[in-house]
């Protein structure tokens, strides 16, 4: 019985477009792309068409406004060190929000012990944010906003657009971590408005390992990684020239397919929420129903532990996530969740299922149908579920 | 006519064991190492067979002392700065020497406007620095030494034994840029007695983008890479598990291969310092006879620029460099040369000539008949050349 990946928030697989650039590019084995001779002109023609790939995906000016990175978060720590590091002299006061990925939230840690401080906004019982509340937070020494496009445990999207409105009008720079967005939802970081921009190829069925930084011309920022004049002096280190190979043929096809493709996945999303009524009961949604990613649903099963759900199901054949992928190992529960409103024990008993392009309809019910059984059984057994059962 | 890559100092071929290993993880298209279900499990084991395999090749304690980065400016921004952040309690003095590469250089120098202070020791006309100028240099607020195992310019390996051995006896963490060397030379972390050492795939001919950071265990360092908590939580971010998987094979065969490796490059470059006198003269070499990378020759070419036989060479289908590939894009002679005692003169006619596994002795006589032919044409032309020409 083939495995069923519900997870694709961890992990997305390659595109066969991707592979096939990707092992043609292993076979013709480039140089290094700042060498001047032949060999590394040669490399240099790849590396700048596969920015021009990522620059087309989002809609960015020009390809000069994109830095190639190890990954998301790599962009994260980019955007906030870097901008903070480089405008220190207007200000050391920076905007965000709670439920931003631990990869922000890190970053602005390290910059508190480096004499900045931090407002961090709440967000509604589906994870967004109040625009108003941003421009509230304001002060005479803000240098930053950064808001994440959608969330990585709940899929909701934000007002980015007020946000980059508001944070234009005080001439704030906004970085926007869209690592979980683009490639999935449409995202023209013009018609937004946004000033910095996270992103991760894989999220596209790109490889792993390599993503974006989009900075638009004119924005101060310092690399975080200082060496070499690479990536327009803003990132130093030999490319990973295979990753971004894969990255760019990968953004190329996102960008070509990204309607259908949000549409396809859409169709997977609706038709599991639509769905899910009839086999099981005492489960909150708590992703936005209109503001979310198309893809993404998080789900509070009620009187169970997320974790035996996740084991059991992956018994079964099918694999979901109860949280992040990079904060697994912790025991605490989901920041992010607590932040929505969640109690403990809901968060607790929460799952994120991602679907994919490699999903199919029948995917979505043979889930459903695993999953009935799985909490049927698990509740069965819970004591939580039997005193409550009893009070009903 | 084959283009002979002799500029392996930027780039290494792919091995066809790393290209096979490689396109075999794409063909297999692994999830997520962090996620916990059984595809996360089986990226898992993927991902620390390649750490056993890293950690074999520098002879680690444990794999878990690896890190697996995005390649060596990734490891030396980690090491320099990672250390400094979290010892800056203890002192804020580091010594390193004037040659060292751009990635530590400008990372100290990212630290000075944080109110750090460097003493950067001067090294002798091969670029060897004095380990008594390194024991002198240390005062009580020293919390790091760094200091390159082979310089990328000229070759010249440092006395790093003893350089441990005073960081030691000081109890101040040493690390070794080592990016130029694992893979090449036999390279021991234990008998060396390295706190850290960073160290890229390429030089062994794996992929590029993709390199590790040894952290001797009990090392207090912060990440640079803040985030999830992959890497033993000391760097932050998916994991690049298909330049891992190459590194990985890249890692097992230069262990195997180490010493045949060692000798074959050595009898290259033996074979053209030996025969290179018969076919050119007023040629300064500028790397160390005894304590220099076997593959390395760093030569000033009198009266004539670089720049003009780099070219020249490429039209005739031979890579070589000028500098660093790093550097290109700068116009200032290279501060390696300046600092063993060039002239600017004869710094900008400095070739850096790397030989490879995939160079054949062949190779050295083509490459040799050609220089003659283009240094010749070139000082022919040379006003600098005919008036020592008629002084002589």
Same mark, same amino acid.
């Given at each position: ?14 595109l ?17 792309p700042?060498?001047q ?50 405008n ?26 480096d ?7 709440s ?10 509340d ?7 020494d ?15 999207i ?8 508001i944070a ?8 926007i ?5 683009v ?18 190829s894989?999220?596209?069925?790109g490889?792993?390992?390599?993503g974006g ?12 990684l200082d ?12 490319e ?9 043929q990968?953004?190329e ?24 009524p009839?086999?099981?009961?005492e ?21 169970? $532990?997320? $974790? ?17 992928a ?27 299922i ?27 057994i ?11």
């Amino acid at each position: 019985m083939k495995y069923i990946n519900l997870d694709h928030i961890s992990s997305n697989p390659l595109l066969p477009e991707v592979k096939q650039a990707m092992i043609a590019a292993i076979h013709h084995d480039y140089h290094n792309p700042s060498s001047q001779h032949q060999a590394g002109e040669e490399a240099a023609a790849v590396l700048e068409k596969a920015r021009e790939q990522v620059a087309g995906l989002i809609n960015a000016n020009s390809p000069k406004e994109i830095v190639f990175t190890s990954g998301g978060t790599e962009s994260d720590n980019h955007a906030v060190k870097g901008v903070a590091m480089a405008n220190a002299d207007k200000g050391k006061h920076i905007v965000t929000t709670n439920i931003e990925h631990n990869a922000v939230i890190r970053s602005l840690r390290r910059l508190k012990s480096d004499g900045f401080t931090v407002t961090s906004l709440s967000v509604d019982d589906k994870g967004r944010v109040n625009p108003q509340d941003v421009a509230e937070a304001i002060t005479k020494d803000t240098i930053l906003i950064s808001v994440m496009h959608s969330n990585n445990e709940t899929g909701t999207i934000q007002p980015v657009e007020e946000i980059a409105r508001i944070a234009r009008e005080k001439k704030i720079i906004f970085h926007i971590d869209a690592v979980d967005s683009v490639g999935i939802v449409p995202f023209d970081v013009k018609a937004i408005g946004a000033d910095l921009v996270s992103f991760a190829s894989n999220t596209f069925y790109g490889p792993t390992g390599v993503g974006g930084l989009y900075v638009r011309r004119g924005v101060k920022i310092f690399p975080i990684l200082d060496g070499g004049v690479q990536e327009n002096n803003k990132r130093a280190g030999t490319e990973n020239l295979l990753g971004i190979v894969g990255m760019g043929q990968a953004a190329e096809i996102a960008k070509r397919d990204i309607h259908t493709r949000y549409a396809y996945l859409k169709g997977l999303k609706d038709k599991f929420l639509r769905e899910l009524p009839d086999v099981l009961d005492e489960i909150l949604i708590n992703t936005h129903p209109e503001h979310s990613l198309p893809h993404l649903v998080s789900a509070s099963i009620k009187y169970v $532990e997320g $974790e035996s759900v996740m084991l059991m199901l992956d018994d079964e054949g099918i694999g979901v996530s109860t949280r992040s992928a990079c904060a697994t190992g912790s025991l605490r529960a989901s920041h992010v969740l607590l932040s929505i409103g969640l109690s403990h024990e809901d968060a607790q008993g929460t799952l994120v299922i991602a679907f994919g392009i490699d999903n199919t309809a029948e995917d979505v019910s043979r889930f459903l149908k695993s999953l009935k059984t799985v909490v049927t059984t698990l509740r069965d057994i819970s004591p939580l579920y039997k005193k409550a059962a009893g009070k009903g």
